[in-house]
């Protein structure tokens, strides 16, 4: 069983930056590929960005050249840089951890608000 524990979410104004975190509870942090998803009130929840051990990271067109995915293996922990806030980013973000190879995220975080105003 792996706990993920986010934070780093709050209220910001539109072209701010914001750094999620998110720490997973497990010895064995290399073996799993880690995302970011997010859900806005009224729409389904969405993929936002995946990195796997080694550096590979796949990004959502909507947030590609804003933000960045990364992690530290060393301390179990996946990293969301959000530069250049938009409204339309406001939503409840999750991190989520999948064994690498496998398709299905069977781990996630309780989630983080991110609030972007106008």
């Known amino acids: 069983q792996v706990q993920l524990v986010e934070s780093g979410g709050g209220l910001v104004q539109a072209g701010d930056s914001l750094r999620l975190s998110c720490v997973a509870s497990?010895?064995?942090?290399?073996?799993?590929?880690m995302g970011w998803f997010r859900q806005a009130p009224g729409k389904e929840r969405e993929f936002v960005a995946r990195?796997?051990?080694?550096?590979?990271?796949t990004y959502a067109d909507s947030v590609k050249a804003r933000f960045t995915i990364s992690r530290d293996n060393a301390k179990s922990t996946v990293y969301l840089q959000m530069n250049s806030l938009k409204p339309e980013d406001t939503a409840v973000y999750y991190c989520?951890?999948?064994?690498?190879?496998?398709?299905?995220?069977?781990?996630w975080g309780q989630g983080t608000q991110v609030t972007v105003a106008s």
């Open positions: 497990t010895r064995t942090f290399s073996i799993y590929t």
């Open positions: 989520a951890a999948r064994i690498t190879g496998t398709r299905t995220y069977n781990y």
């Open positions: 990195a796997m051990w080694g550096g590979g990271s």
